[in-house]
């Protein structure tokens, strides 16, 4: 049982909302996602064709499929239509995957809006796992709880404050490093749901 809220965020309608500003922030996130595996799968790609490099190869077939694996979790997360895999399936495209277990065994939910929404907070809290740990979720289509569990697990300030001040979001919405928090709290939205953030590792949706 988690414990009462600290407070209850206000929602209030994002009039103010360029939808241009948010598709570019977006592109700029998705660029800076994929551009460092990208750029080292060319790399690795042209030197196995100049110098015939058996050690090259090898891993450039890792680098495509960690960037493959970092596409099928940003559609998942953020794209629409097609089937929704299985959450855990996309652990490898995490940032930090190798530190991070995804705990959704609790998790009963069948809306795909309300498990995009899971995937964006468990973006989110990714970057707050600095030393690794698990992030947990639970809870059905009517309501989620998350959990972080990790040497320094904090939510990362950025979604503290999006989640409860409309100011802090359209902030958030203008800086790609921010994206997953900001988007996390607009799908919140979209389905009529607050994001309370009740401790430093644990957050619900309802």
Same mark, same amino acid.
């Given at each position: ?17 360029? /939808? ?8 700029? &996130? ?17 030197? !196995? ?22 596409? &099928? =979790? =940003? ?9 929704? /895999? ?9 940032? $930090?995957?190798? &530190? ?25 809290? !990714? /970057? ?31 979604? &503290? ?22 988007? !996390? ?6 389905? $009529? ?14």
């Amino acid at each position: 049982m988690l414990p009462g809220p600290v407070s209850r965020p206000h929602r209030a309608p994002l009039a103010a909302l360029d /939808p241009d500003m948010l598709a570019g922030t977006l592109c700029a &996130r998705l660029c800076h996602d994929l551009a460092g595996s990208l750029g080292a799968l060319t790399g690795t790609l042209e030197m !196995a064709a100049e110098e015939n490099d058996r050690e090259a190869l090898t891993l450039s077939v890792a680098l495509a499929h960690e960037l493959t694996a970092k596409l &099928r =979790l =940003l559609r998942a997360a953020w794209g629409t239509g097609g089937d929704l /895999p299985a959450l855990d399936s996309l652990q490898a495209g995490f940032p $930090g995957a190798e &530190r991070l277990h995804l705990d959704t065994t609790q998790l009963t939910a069948t809306d795909d809006q309300v498990r995009r929404l899971a995937l964006s907070l468990m973006l989110a809290a !990714a /970057p707050a796992l600095p030393r690794g740990g698990v992030i947990r979720v639970s809870g059905g289509n009517q309501g989620l709880a998350m959990e972080i569990e990790g040497p320094r697990a904090a939510w990362p300030v950025v979604l &503290r404050n999006c989640a409860g001040n409309e100011a802090a979001l359209l902030e958030a919405c203008e800086a790609p490093r921010a994206m997953a928090a900001a988007l !996390a709290c607009l799908q919140a939205r979209a389905l $009529g749901r607050d994001i309370v953030i009740h401790h430093d590792t644990h957050l619900s949706i309802a």
